[in-house]
């Protein structure tokens, strides 16, 4: 069951769903949160080959986004993350979507891994996998409404501990392939 705009209310005002640092209760929409992009981008440097059997270490660029902006070009991929750090209880999980506005100019925030099962333990930020499908240079800036994040209520409680491969995520991270093999 996904959470309405009345029960994310209650629950963020009973502490039952922590959003640090800070929250803004006009970011609360029907079914869920806005989110904002974070200071920070990682762009992959190109010409490299990434075997996934392999736990190399994929390179990128750290960059801190201007208040200017950061120009996404068509066909550009970069990382970032929430400005929010989330925290809930272990019997809910959320979802992370686009928001429909951006994603009519070709901006998606994420490519597949759109359930986030891992802030139970800790606050975690949520990477953003940011592609620009569109004809149109999008210029992101930080702090700007970015993505909606969706809530449900679990039949039972998670009963595992998060994953730590990211363990203490507060800001954007590069993938970590050690544990693309499930160990």
Known sequence: MILSDKTI???????????????DHADIRPTGIRLHLSEELLV???????????????????????????????????LGSTSERILTPSNIVCHLEGRSTIARLGLSIHCTSGVIDSTHDEARSIVLEI???????????????IAMLLFSELTEPISQRSQSQY?????????NLKYIKGT
């Not at 209310?9 to 929250?23: A, M, S, T, V, W």
């Not at 440097?45 to 070009?73: C, H, M, N, P, W």
């Not at 592609?131 to 409404?145: C, D, Q, T, V, Y």
């Open 9 to 23: 209310r209650e629950y963020i005002d009973c502490g039952k769903i922590e959003i640090l640092p800070q929250f």
């Open 44 to 78: 992959p440097i190109e010409g490299q080959t990434i075997d996934l059997s392999s736990d190399v270490e994929v390179q990128f660029q750290r960059i801190t986004i201007a208040d200017t902006g950061y120009y996404l070009k068509p066909n550009m991929f970069v």
């Open 131 to 145: 592609k620009n499908s569109g004809p149109f240079e999008i210029i992101l800036k930080p702090r700007g409404a």
């Open 167 to 175: 363990k203490g995520q507060q800001a954007v991270l590069p993938p």
